[in-house]
């Protein structure tokens, strides 16, 4: 059944794999594989100057095109001019709406995107012109009508009266006027007998009438004629006006274009990373060349005076899997109950909460809470570590009169008496620039008389210091207080260059000849670290623990 609903799961994912893979190929492919068609990846390799002289090229054959046009349009008839400028207009919107369709998240940096865009902007002007090309073809023939039209109104004014002749004929009109005006003021007798006998009256009428309305026929076509003329004037001044009309030069494409293209920013990118990459080896080299032998001048630190009191070679015993601890009368051991192996049956144990209660914070942080207490002589305990496959476990006998600087997370067990239990004193360095180098500034100096059980990853070596012992800053566990620690740039430049060793190591060095100074080292500091997350937070714990000499 499980085999089963196993292969149901396996070949329902499948099919939905290709089911997505189906549809991204039919319906998103296409628009992908449209923007990286060869044309398109060769344009987007061209600069920012090559983008420029292409828009240039474009813009001097399109402002051809356009003028090669214009002069056709000037012998086309109004018809065909209304027909082409309607296809002209169409094409301007569609043009208009590919121009507002286009946009991506690149298209102000890739080059086949900008030259796409910047030729809809220049196709989008040329039809404008175009179309104002189209317009003032268009306007020239009914200019070329109107001007036809007022020549023939003209035609029939072939003879304008003059202004004298006017004035004349309005003379002679005001003439006849005033002659009536004089009859009808004789005396009324002499005006009967005169229009009776005579017909004068009528006679002076007639003549009134006949000759205002020459004035008034000469006036008004005088009128007409210059009008007409004016006409003719104003549409013949029109249509030169339109004939002599040029297509309005096209706009620069390339006017607020950016200065970056694709290329551009590959080859800035492509500088960053080079930058990026070389900048530690400079870094490097600078600190080991530079900086790094400033602090070798510099005072060494050294916690107390004196000298290890006892043979250095009795001290410490190697490191192994697993270690037997045999109590005597008075003495007592303190065990993380990690590392309780077995122990008698008659032993007396119990719970001890803290290494040291004058330093609770440290012995929490180091691990050095819920201790196995164990009491009993004669009691034998085997001490090795349960979880860690990779740790040993070594002895170092302190007795009385002598210190050594450890670190409480390699401190595995305590053997020390009842009434003279281990004493922990701490040390500030925070005026020591290999304090501050070695992100260090406190230390704890453990003085006997105790027995001290350190753990250590694949081991733990005891070395006398003699004239310095020089190793890495993770193998040092611990020290003689009375020896003089330092740090030193490491030997070889090369490893240390390409990041396979440090800028410094730790040495340590007896002050003078016999001072029998010791040195506790961890074999393998990393073996049994947990990777990843994880082991880079613990790591990150413990260097801020390192600080304060945890």
């Not at 899997?321 to 009368?329: F, H, I, M, R």
């Not at 719970?351 to 002589?377: C, E, K, M, N, V």
């Amino acid at each position: 059944m499980k085999a089963a609903l196993g292969w149901l799961g396996r070949t329902g994912l499948l099919y939905l794999v290709l089911c997505l893979a189906i549809a991204f190929y039919l319906f998103a492919w296409p628009a992908i594989s449209a923007q990286f068609s060869g044309e398109s990846l060769r344009q987007d390799a061209m600069s920012i100057g090559e983008v420029r002289e292409q828009l240039a090229e474009d813009r001097r054959a399109a402002q051809n095109r356009l003028e090669a046009r214009a002069e056709d349009f000037r012998q086309d008839a109004r018809e065909v001019l209304d027909l082409r400028l309607a296809e002209t207009r169409a094409e301007r919107e569609r043009t208009a709406m590919q121009l507002a369709e286009s946009g991506g998240l690149f298209d102000t940096i890739r080059p086949s995107r900008i030259l796409e865009r910047k030729r809809l902007e220049l196709r989008l002007a040329a039809l404008d012109a175009e179309i104002a090309a189209l317009e003032a073809a268009r306007e020239a023939r009914l200019r070329e009508r109107a001007l036809a039209g007022a020549q023939q109104r003209l035609e029939r004014y072939a003879r304008i009266p003059t202004a004298n002749a006017v004035a004349i004929s309005r003379r002679l009109c005001r003439q006849a006027e005033t002659a009536l005006t004089q009859f009808d003021e004789r005396e009324v007798l002499d005006r009967n007998l005169r229009e009776f006998v005579l017909r004068e009256r009528e006679t002076l009428a007639d003549r009134r009438d006949t000759r205002c309305e020459a004035a008034r026929e000469r006036a008004e076509r005088r009128e007409q004629g210059l009008a007409a003329a004016r006409s003719v004037r104003n549409a013949r001044a029109e249509l030169e006006r339109l004939q002599e009309w040029t297509p309005q030069r096209l706009p620069d494409p390339a006017t607020g274009l950016s200065d970056t293209a694709l290329r551009d920013v590959a080859w800035r990118a492509a500088i960053a990373l080079l930058a990026i990459l070389l900048l530690p080896f400079a870094v490097r080299t600078l600190f080991y060349h530079i900086l790094a032998p400033i602090p070798q001048k510099g005072p060494p630190i050294r916690l107390s005076a004196g000298q290890m009191p006892g043979d250095p070679d009795s001290i410490g015993r190697a490191s192994s899997t697993s270690l037997a601890v045999e109590l005597g009368e008075g003495e007592e051991l303190l065990i993380r109950q990690s590392f309780l192996q077995s122990s008698d049956a008659d032993a007396v144990m119990q719970t001890r909460w803290l290494l040291d209660w004058r330093r609770p914070l440290s012995s929490l942080a180091s691990g050095l809470a819920f201790l196995t207490q164990a009491r009993g002589a004669g009691t034998t305990f085997t001490i090795s570590a349960r979880e860690d496959p990779f740790a040993e476990v070594a002895r170092i006998d302190l007795p009385p009169g002598a210190a050594l600087v450890l670190q409480p997370r390699a401190l595995a067990a305590v053997l020390q008496t009842v009434d003279r239990p281990l004493q922990i004193r701490s040390r500030w360095k925070l005026f020591s620039l290999h304090a501050w180098l070695t992100f260090q500034f406190r230390y704890l100096v453990f003085h006997g008389p105790a027995a001290l059980i350190v753990k250590g990853g694949r081991g733990v070596r005891i070395e006398r210091a003699k004239n310095g012992r020089i190793f890495g800053q993770d193998q040092l566990v611990g020290f003689s207080a009375h020896t003089a620690y330092t740090i030193r740039r490491n030997e070889t430049f090369q490893p240390y260059l390409f990041g396979r060793e440090p800028l410094f190591r730790d040495r340590v060095t007896d002050a003078e000849e016999g001072d029998g100074g010791i040195l506790v080292v961890e074999e393998a500091p990393m073996a049994g670290r947990t990777g990843g997350l994880r082991g880079g937070l613990e790591n990150t714990f413990d260097a801020v623990l390192k600080a304060f000499g945890i």
